[in-house]
């Protein structure tokens, strides 16, 4: 079976701290993705990494892919009450589409 | 350049009637794909069209189809509509979308309830 598992589920962080949220998925891939979604809004990409080793960072976010291990992970540096979001990773495993994992939502306590 | 747009935004609807919601993708992208988003399953891809060809399907009943107009706009229909519908239905498009490296573009989505 196609999965794709994130944790935290939920993150309350203080600003100013640093943490980071995991992606684990079940089969082969170098495609993976991340996308942030604020309330009521829709998603926005904000990464695209498609080999083992790939890193990418935009402002406080980086992220990065492991695709012997099946992980990837986006660290947040600093925390800033903007960054209040639910993020998502998914996979393309080669099936034309994507598959999403459940979602973060994180909370930037001041 | 214009992004991905939906309409409507919301829809309420009762149990038994159909609906249809519509996607503009961005200018020159001729690849729409559909996921519905819930709070229970998360996000689930419905289907994919590309040059109003079906290219991909998820696991959805016959009562959700879709299709693709020469203009790349796309529709999705749900006829006979259950409780559990309920749902925030987004649009993604891209330029070749299928097996490729590209990133998705999604639209602010329809939020259908039904009651």
């Known amino acids: 079976e196609l999965k794709v598992e994130q944790n935290p589920l939920f993150l309350s962080m203080q600003e100013g701290k640093n943490y980071t949220i995991y992606c684990n998925y079940s089969?082969?891939?170098?495609?993976l993705y991340w996308y942030r979604q604020d309330p009521g809004k829709s998603l926005e990409s904000l990464f695209v990494l498609l080999s083992n080793g790939a890193v990418k960072q935009e402002g406080r976010l980086m992220a990065s892919l492991d695709t012997k291990a099946r992980l990837s992970t986006l660290h947040i540096t600093a925390a800033v009450h903007d960054l209040s979001a639910t993020y998502f990773c998914?996979?393309?495993?080669?099936?034309?589409?994507?598959?999403f994992g459940t979602g973060t939502r994180l909370t930037i306590i001041p | 350049k214009a992004g991905v747009t939906q309409t409507p935004r919301y829809l309420i609807k009762t149990r038994g009637q159909q609906v249809t919601l519509s996607c503009s993708p961005i200018?020159?992208?001729?690849?729409v794909s559909w996921y519905q988003q819930t709070p229970g399953q998360g996000l689930q891809f419905l289907f994919e069209y590309f040059s109003e060809t079906q290219r991909n399907k998820g696991n959805f009943p016959g009562r959700f189809s879709g299709r693709q107009f020469s203009n790349s706009r796309s529709e999705m229909n749900v006829s006979t509509l259950e409780l559990g519908d309920s749902a925030l239905y987004l649009c993604?498009?891209?330029?070749?979308?299928?097996?490729?490296?590209?990133?998705?573009?999604f639209g602010s989505g329809t939020q259908l309830s039904v009651l």
């Open positions: 998914a996979v393309n495993f080669g099936n034309e589409k994507l598959t």
């Open positions: 200018s020159g992208h001729r690849s």
């Open positions: 089969t082969t891939s170098d495609r």
């Open positions: 993604a498009s891209s330029s070749q979308g299928g097996d490729t490296n590209e990133k998705l573009f």
